[in-house]
């Protein structure tokens, strides 16, 4: 485009050196939160009522069901099958459930197999956080029928699945978006594990670190008050906390204390990724057998009754065998049975797409492990090593640390814990994160064909304005260019083929921006030919040119572009909205991203390090030792 007439085009250069950002830049906020949120945060409040109810009514048909089968009488009390009578027949039991819950998911919604969470996660990245009004009814009912006829699951699955499902229903009757649906979802989900644990910040947590995928008011607010909400409503429905008292354990455990804290969470993490890796690899096999999924939950439920006549605490939520494990009242080698055959149990029958949860048999693995543990460990206190382990399994397997500290201190109120958790957990999550690619959650939905990343951090388009990435040294055009003269210069460059720039602003005298035009735009008028050569290139632009701002994160112009088609925008000063600053394009942006990924990838020594070496008897010299690049 050089051999253009120098008198047809205006150079545009500015220096951004000094430049004063206006006003527009002191409008930008570290949240986006909106008055939307309080509409979105009442709706949650009676979220986490309505959850706290469901859950209730969970607990108790889960009770219902377990009086009826195991014991043939009527109550809703929540009982331990391991008191039942029916000897040898006690393999029955849990195969009726097993065929009952694989009728209702093959004829009813598929959606109510598994453990609840995989699927909310689904709900939320792939269904745009829609989920069926039949999902609501059918996912708590088939639970409370596996984990009554002996299932070796937890309540707190399900009843997370169908939170998030009336959530979600609720957002579905009102005109909202995707983001606030799942918003509403996580909130029902939070609620209604808080509801059963007496989990308030838990709840947050757990929805925080696996369900939101973000970290903004405009979600953690509405999740917050709807689990408090089932906090606060919990008393009078399903009693105080906690849920698993515990002795309180030392103020301080000395030097071989913290060390061995140190050694459970290394076990903590193996044990995480043993569990899930037995989850998967049961579910391989039965993949492979020629029959349909519907019949798996009853022949796993074999498996169960097989374990329940070996050791009979392991069926059922078992959450008063983990109270006596975290008291100490576990003679070891019932500790060791129930560690041996609770995994066995839990893995094949999970496996099968069964409905039920895995946090609380999480829980009372790690348990006894814990109890296992403390065969060996410095006696720091009855239960103390099965808290601990019990807290490093949890967040290793669920990859959410947070969750696995507060939730283990929540459910047993001993905060004397919270140092040695701080430790065994992070330890057995950084064992995971570097054993498994994918948690027992995302490895379900990657088996589906889909990609969950669980890492948060800030946008780098967001810390990086237009100002800096825009190009100021730019070509514009006249607008009062007579075509004939823009033909007669453009010709021989463009029927060369030669690439320069794509996009022209045009200017006027003042070089005011008063449109743009592309280069195919010009390719098209120089091919036409037009008759009048009195014809100027102000009556063919586009007079309303889609603008950059240059005191606008890039974020914005990307998210501009997306919504427009076009790549490439004219920056503008948005005191002065004709002040022509220069040119934005996506190739900018990707200049931007490549700054990102040298500042992970690129390794240098910034310090220079300056040694005083004494040497034989002389006076000190010094020597510097520079580096570049890591490299001496």
Known sequence: MRSVPAQLWANVTRALDGQEADDATARLGDFTVTWRVVPLSLIAIVLGIVSTVVAWVLVSLIGFVTNLTFYQRLGTSLVSPAGNKLGVFEIVVPVVGALIVGIMARYGSEKIRGHGIPEAIEAVLISGSRVEPKVALLKPLSAAIAIGTGGPFGAEGPIIMTGGAIGSLAAQFMQMTSAERKTLLAAGAAAGMAAIFASPVSGVLLAFE????????????????????????????????????????????????????????????????????????????????????????ALGA???????????????????????????????????????????????????????????????????????????????????????????????????????????????????????????????????????????????????????????????????FVREAMRTNVTALPAQAELADLAQSLSNDIDRGRHGQRLYPVVDDKLGLVGVVTRADLQELLQEQPSSGSRRLVDVLKQTPVVAYQDEPLRLTIDRMAETGLTRFPVVDRAEPTKLLGMVALTDMLKARLHAIEEESHRERVLRLHILLPLRGQRVKETEIATTDGKP
């Open 210 to 297: 696996v369900l939101l995928f973000e970290f903004k008011p405009r979600s953690l607010i509405p999740v917050a008050l709807a689990s408090a909400t089932a906090g606060l409503m919990r008393p009078y429905l399903l009693g105080p906390g906690p849920v698993f008292p515990a002795p309180p354990a030392p103020a301080y455990l000395g030097v071989d204390g913290y060390l061995s804290c140190i050694l459970v969470g290394l076990i903590g993490g193996l044990l995480s990724a043993g569990l899930t890796m037995s989850i998967y690899a049961a579910e391989d096999l039965y993949r492979k057998m020629p029959i349909h999924w519907m019949w798996w939950p």
């Open 302 to 464: 074999v498996v169960v009754g097989i374990g329940g006549l070996i050791v009979p605490q392991t069926l059922g939520v078992g959450y008063d065998v983990i109270g006596d494990l975290i008291k100490g009242n576990v003679v070891a080698q019932l500790v060791l049975g129930i560690f041996i055959v609770k995994w066995i149990i839990w893995a094949i029958a999970l496996s099968t797409g069964t409905s039920g949860g895995v946090l609380a048999p999480i829980f009372m693995i790690g348990a006894a492990l814990g109890g296992i543990e403390a065969l060996f460990l410095p006696h720091e206190g009855a239960g103390f090593w099965a808290l601990l382990s019990m807290g490093a399994t949890l967040g290793g397997v669920y990859r959410a640390p947070f969750t696995g500290i507060v939730f283990t201190l929540e459910t047993t109120h001993d905060l004397n814990a919270l140092l040695p958790l701080l430790i065994t957990v992070f330890v057995s999550y950084g064992v995971m994160s570097l054993i498994l690619r994918r948690s027992i959650l995302t490895e379900k939905i990657a088996r589906r064909g889909y990609h969950v990343s669980q890492e948060f951090a800030v946008d780098p388009l967001e810390l990086i």
